[in-house]
């Protein structure tokens, strides 16, 4: 799909979020909570998908040239991630349900989206 350039940072996170989020749709998922912001953090996507409530971070790149957009998911924002993820099943009562922790990839190459989902890209 051909895409226009995002205007600044803000707009390609909504961009790469929105695209994530089509992405999750078409596979069968249930979107719960978008951008959920507490004082540990902020999570961009709580989604159900079978018996698992998942916990996604987005990450939008135009290109490879900082790295892969995953790679700016480290422990420091794992673990903001993670005190967010547990004050949301502490307040919605979901101890006993199975839950995991995806990051989303959203890169841009020559005016195209490509998405790489990882499960399980991190535990708690």
Do not use: W
């Not at 205007?7 to 929105?18: I, P």
């Not at 999750?24 to 961009?44: A, H, P, S």
């Amino acid at each position: 799909m051909h895409v226009d350039k995002p205007v600044n940072k803000y707009e390609a996170g909504l961009r790469g979020q929105k695209e994530a989020e089509a992405y999750l749709l078409n596979n069968g998922c249930e979107i719960l909570k978008r951008n959920y912001r507490v004082r540990t953090g902020e999570i961009d996507l709580i989604i159900r998908e079978n018996n698992y409530i998942i916990f996604v971070e987005v990450k939008f790149r135009a290109g490879l040239n900082f790295g892969s957009p995953s790679e700016a998911v480290g422990s420091t924002k794992q673990q903001k991630i993670i005190r967010t993820a547990m004050h949301y099943i502490a307040v919605n009562n979901l101890e006993n349900q199975d839950f995991r922790f995806d990051v989303i990839e959203v890169l841009e190459k020559n005016n195209r989206i490509s998405i790489n989902h990882i499960e399980n890209a991190f535990g708690a």
